[in-house]
C-alpha cells in the first residue's frame, strides 16, 4: 500500500475515533431532569448584560438583590454577576457543561440571586433542586475558605410573584457548606399555572471574596389528582307477590290487642373537636454567624414573628421580648403554618427567615431563628485607605459562541489528553513520510 494512501487512512481512522468518543462522552446536560419547565436551567445558552455593565445574567434568568442598609460601611452591596467560564477558569466552580451562574462581592456582604418565572400545571406540586457552591474567605487560595460564613438557599412563590421579600415565597433550608457543591431542595403548592423559583446567596462577613455559583436547576411538577366521584349505589326495588285467585281468602280471627312500648331512638354522638397545638419560636443573637445556637449565645428581643395558615392569612404575631423559653403560639387547630421573622434593628438573619411545617391534633412546632449584629463601624477587614484606590473590574465575560459550536468545544476540552495522543501517533508516521518523499 503506497505511504501516502496510509497515511490518509490512518488520519482518517483517528478523526473518526476523535468523533466517536465525543459522542460517547459529551455531557448530557438536564438528561436527570426530564420536563424541566426551566428555561436554561444549566446556564448554557448564554448571558446578557442587564443594567450595568457588572450585572452579567444567564438568558431568561432576572438578577434581584438587597439594596442597602449601611452600604457606606460595607453591608448589603449589589454584587456583580456573571458567567463562570470552565475553559477560562477551570471547572473548580462548574458542576455540568461549561457554565455556572456566578456573584460575587469583594469586602462586602450581600443577600442576592436570580430568579425565573415559569408556567407549571395549575394548583400542582412544585419541586425545585439546584446544585450550588459558595467560597467566602479573607485569603486568596481558590480551593480553601478561610474566615468566611455564607447561607445558600432555593425558593418558590407559588403565587408567581417577582419579589424575593414577599412572605409568599417559600424558602428552603439554609447551608453552610463552603467550597463543595451541595444539592438545594424546596416543594411548594402552585397557587395558579405559573410560580417564580429563586436562588439565593449571603455573605455574613465583609470579606475579601464572597461569591456564589449556581448549576443545574431542575423542577418537576406533580398534576393534582382528578379527585373521583363516589359511586351511588343502585335504588332497590321492592317486589311485589300476586295472590292465587284460586285461593280462599283466610278466615278473620279475633286476637287480644296488645299495648308496644315504643323503642327509644339513639341519641347521635357529638363530633369530637380535634385537640388544639402549638408553634413555639425562640430567637437568639447568633454571635459566631454559625447559624446554630452555642451555649454562650443569648436570646434576643425585637424580633417580629409572624404566623400565618396554609392560606397565607395571619393568624398570630409578637415581638421578641428576650425570653429564655422562647414564645409559645397556642390554641392553634392542626393544619399548615408559615412562620416568618423580620429582623430586629442592626441585625442580620443567618437562618431562614422563613419555616413552613404541619402542626397535627395536639402536638407542637419548634421553629428558632439566628440573628448576628452587624456594627455600623468601620470595616476592620478592609479599611478604607488613605488614598484613592481603583479596584480592577471583573473580567469581561468571554463572547458567547452558538450553542452546537460551545457544545463541541466542551466536549473537545473534556478528551484533549486524547486528542494529543492521536497527534502523537501521527506525527512521527508523517515525518518519516516527509522524509521518504525526498
Known amino acids: 500500500m503506497p505511504r ?13 475515533l476523535v468523533l466517536a468518543l465525543t ?3 459529551a455531557p448530557a ?3 436527570d431532569c426530564p420536563g424541566n419547565p426551566v428555561r436554561n436551567p444549566g446556564f448554557e445558552d448564554g ?22 442598609p449601611n452600604q457606606e460601611d460595607g453591608y448589603y452591596h449589589r454584587p456583580d454577576y456573571g458567567g463562570e467560564n470552565a475553559s477560562v477558569f477551570g471547572r473548580r466552580r462548574v458542576r455540568e457543561g461549561n457554565f455556572a451562574q456566578k456573584w460575587s462581592s469583594t469586602y462586602a456582604t450581600h443577600r442576592a440571586g436570580v430568579l425565573e418565572q415559569i408556567a407549571v400545571p395549575a394548583n400542582s406540586m412544585v419541586t425545585l433542586k439546584a446544585w450550588a457552591q459558595a467560597w467566602s474567605s479573607s485569603a486568596d487560595n481558590p480551593a480553601v475558605s478561610k474566615e468566611g460564613a455564607y447561607a445558600l438557599m432555593v425558593g418558590i412563590d407559588p403565587t408567581g410573584g417577582v419579589d424575593w421579600r414577599s412572605s409568599t415565597v417559600i424558602w428552603s433550608p439554609a447551608s453552610t457548606a463552603l467550597d463543595s457543591w451541595v444539592e438545594l431542595s424546596v416543594q ?8 417564580t423559583v429563586y436562588l439565593r446567596g449571603e455573605a455574613t462577613y465583609r470579606l475579601k471574596h464572597n461569591d456564589a455559583y449556581f448549576d443545574d436547576v431542575c423542577v418537576s411538577a406533580s398534576a393534582p389528582p382528578t379527585p373521583i366521584p363516589p359511586t351511588r349505589a343502585p335504588t332497590r326495588v321492592p317486589t311485589q307477590t300476586p295472590i292465587p285467585t284460586d285461593t280462599p281468602p283466610p278466615t278473620e280471627t ?14 347521635p354522638s357529638a363530633t369530637p373537636t380535634p385537640k388544639q397545638g402549638s408553634i413555639r419560636v425562640f430567637v437568639f443573637e447568633d454571635r459566631n454567624g454559625s447559624g446554630m445556637r452555642d451555649e454562650q449565645e443569648d436570646p ?8 400565618a395558615n396554609a392560606q397565607r392569612t395571619p393568624v398570630a404575631e409578637h415581638v421578641s421580648d428576650g425570653n429564655a423559653e422562647g414564645y409559645t403560639f397556642s390554641e392553634l387547630p392542626p393544619g399548615d403554618y408559615i412562620v416568618t421573622e423580620e429582623n430586629p434593628p442592626g441585625y442580620t438573619s443567618t437562618s431562614p427567615i422563613q419555616w413552613a411545617g404541619t402542626l397535627i391534633e395536639g402536638g407542637q412546632l419548634e421553629v428558632t431563628f439566628a440573628n448576628q449584629f452587624q456594627p455600623t463601624a468601620t470595616p476592620t477587614l478592609a479599611p478604607k485607605p488613605k488614598t484613592p484606590t481603583t479596584v480592577p473590574p471583573a473580567p ?11 457544545s463541541v468545544g466542551t466536549w473537545l476540552y473534556s478528551i484533549s489528553g486524547l486528542l494529543a495522543a492521536l497527534l502523537a501517533l501521527a506525527a512521527p508516521l508523517a515525518i518519516r513520510y516527509t522524509r521518504t518523499r525526498r
Open 254 to 267: 279475633s286476637t287480644p290487642a296488645s299495648t308496644e312500648t315504643p323503642t327509644p331512638s339513639p341519641t
Open 300 to 307: 434576643l428581643a425585637g424580633a417580629r414573628i409572624m404566623v
Open 188 to 195: 411548594a403548592r402552585a397557587k395558579g399555572d405559573r410560580v
Open 396 to 406: 469581561a465575560p468571554t463572547p458567547q459562541p452558538a450553542k452546537g459550536l460551545r
Open 29 to 31: 446536560v438536564g438528561a
Open 23 to 25: 459522542a460517547e462522552l
Open 47 to 68: 448571558f446578557r448584560t442587564r443594567g450595568a455593565s457588572q450585572v452579567v445574567v444567564a438568558k431568561e434568568w432576572e438578577a434581584w438583590y438587597q439594596d442597602g
Open 4 to 16: 501516502r494512501r496510509f497515511l490518509r487512512i490512518l488520519i482518517v481512522a483517528s478523526l473518526f
